[in-house]
């Protein structure tokens, strides 16, 4: 019998037929992601009911030497959680890890299994009170664990903090099959290295997370969300300044959307209507929240953007009235991702210092226009902590292989003024496939160094997602 064979039995007897999918069928979702860059094969996806079933299928793994791949809700972006072509490696899916263990309303902490699906957390924090503010447009989907895998951002880091903030303790399984039981909900620990952040962010590569202990806060009772227009990308960092001063310290997020995001969303996404009565060339999406009643925060909104047009930074505005307002501002964020499916689009995650923020989209669109007249650079994003997902729609009528094909070409006039302007060439979404050896280029060869040595103390037969985020 082949060694992955007698692996596969020596697993299937410990996770059982529920635990155990190896019908090509079912075994299709695991393969491909959202963005359609990779399409991976396995033999097998496996679904443990519980740490100690998460354990021992690695223990049989490292064992046998059988590379697995983990895998959440399958959201990520950069082919890390997919299994590679070869169909050498198992995918190993949390999904039915998904208890709430614990809420511990005093403490201001959750203690989740790693499969839980983040909307379903926030939900829970929200009926005892509190606040789990993590947020994306994913959430529906993405697993806790696979957040904190990746480090999310998302949409209210310029608040809480992105995932590696929000984390007080893990569980994990490492490379051998042992359990490491970091579970604690201190927020002051300084008993030597601080262990956790080794997982956060490591994209499945240096261990599997099966719970977390999360913080959370205090649930707001108030929220305020504007929508402005602006007629110069150049005013919107002092926007974000004055609305960080005014505001407060309320202000949760800042998101800027340009005009030629609403034109695609309009153009393909039913239920998107212009927000303001005349069309500007950028927008800011900002919402502010207080745990306060009422709060005033309708009053100081409105001064604030009274103060904005006054002084010229904002042209036009409004504020959402009511819930379904909200929802509605929100849903136009939302429909931007949805109306650039329709084009091929090449799509950076990076970040500047926030107060070099439109120089970045000044410079860059520049000169991906200088190299490629026609192309529609769509910029977007948390500009507010500094993230600008600078995507790149091709000219129309351009061959979408051909110009997707150019891809490189692209990230280098892209990731080369990031490096000008000490940002960071995957700012929330990871490393994965897609980057590995981009960041080689962008990170100091001791930086790559440390990155391979810990990969090889953690996981000296490769065996945790090998091929991701660093080359051994
Ligand atoms: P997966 O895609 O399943 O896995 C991601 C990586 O983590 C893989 O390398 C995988 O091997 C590893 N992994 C998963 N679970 C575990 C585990 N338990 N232990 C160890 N390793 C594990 N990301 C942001 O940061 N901010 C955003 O605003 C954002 N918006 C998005 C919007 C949309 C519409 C989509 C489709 C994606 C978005 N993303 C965003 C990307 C994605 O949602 C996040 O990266 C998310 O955190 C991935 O979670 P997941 O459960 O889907 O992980
Ligand atoms: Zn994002």
Not at 46 to 74: D, F, K
Not at 117 to 145: H, N, Y
Not at 282 to 292: A, G, K, M, Q
């Amino acid at each position: 019998m082949k060694r992955i064979d007698a692996a596969l039995a020596e697993i299937k007897r410990v996770v059982g037929p529920t635990g155990f999918l190896d019908d090509p069928a079912l075994l299709e979702p695991y393969l491909i992601e959202e963005r359609g860059l990779y399409r991976g094969a396995t033999r097998a996806v496996i679904r443990p009911a519980s740490t100690a079933e998460v354990a021992e299928v690695v223990r049989i793994c490292a064992g046998h030497r059988l590379a697995l791949v983990p895998q959440g809700g399958n959201t990520g972006l950069v082919g890390g959680g997919v299994p590679p072509e070869d169909g050498q490696n198992i995918v190993l899916a949390l999904s039915r890890r998904n208890r709430i263990r614990a809420i511990d309303p005093v403490n201001f902490t959750m203690t989740v299994e790693a499969g839980c699906i983040l909307s379903d957390l926030q939900k829970a924090a929200q009926e005892s009170d509190r606040l789990f503010p993590l947020s994306m447009g994913a959430e529906g989907s993405c697993q806790i664990g696979g957040n904190l895998s990746t480090n999310a951002g998302g949409i209210a880091v310029l608040r809480y903090g992105n995932a590696r903030d929000l984390c007080l303790g893990l569980e994990v399984v490492l490379a051998g099959g042992e359990i490491w039981d970091g579970l604690k909900g201190l927020r002051k620990d300084n008993t030597g290295y601080d262990l956790k952040q080794l997982f956060i962010g490591g994209e499945g590569t240096l261990g599997i997370i099966t719970a977390a202990c999360l913080k959370l806060f205090p649930k707001p009772r108030a929220i305020g969300t504007a929508f402005l227009g602006l007629s110069r990308v150049e005013d919107v960092m002092a926007l974000f300044a004055e609305a960080r001063a005014a505001t407060a310290d309320q202000l949760v997020a800042f998101e800027l959307i340009p005009r030629a995001g609403i034109d695609l969303a309009i153009a393909h996404v039913a239920g998107t209507v212009d927000p303001l009565a005349s069309p500007y060339p950028w927008y800011v999406l900002l919402e502010v929240s207080s745990s306060e009643e009422g709060g005033g925060l309708s009053a100081l909104l409105e001064r604030f953007l009274e103060s904005a047009l006054a002084t010229g930074l904002v042209a036009d505005g409004v504020i959402a009235a009511s819930r379904a307002q909200r929802r509605d501002l929100w849903f136009i964020r939302e429909a931007i991702l949805e109306g650039q499916k329709y084009s091929g689009s090449i799509k950076h995650d990076v970040s500047v210092p926030v107060s070099r923020v439109a120089e970045f989209i000044i410079r860059a669109t520049r000169a991906v226009e200088e190299r490629l007249p026609g192309i529609r650079p769509i910029p977007f994003g948390h500009v507010g902590d500094g993230n600008i997902h600078l995507n790149l729609t091709q000219p129309e009528g351009y061959d979408r292989a051909a110009y997707l094909a150019r891809w490189q070409e692209f990230n280098d006039i892209v990731h080369g003024l990031v490096r000008e302007l000490q940002g960071s060439i995957s700012a929330e979404h990871g490393v994965g496939r897609l980057k590995r050896e981009e960041i080689t280029r962008y990170k100091s060869p001791i930086e790559i160094e440390l990155m391979r040595r810990l990969k090889r103390a953690l996981d000296p037969d490769n065996i945790l997602n090998p091929g991701k985020v660093v080359a051994v």
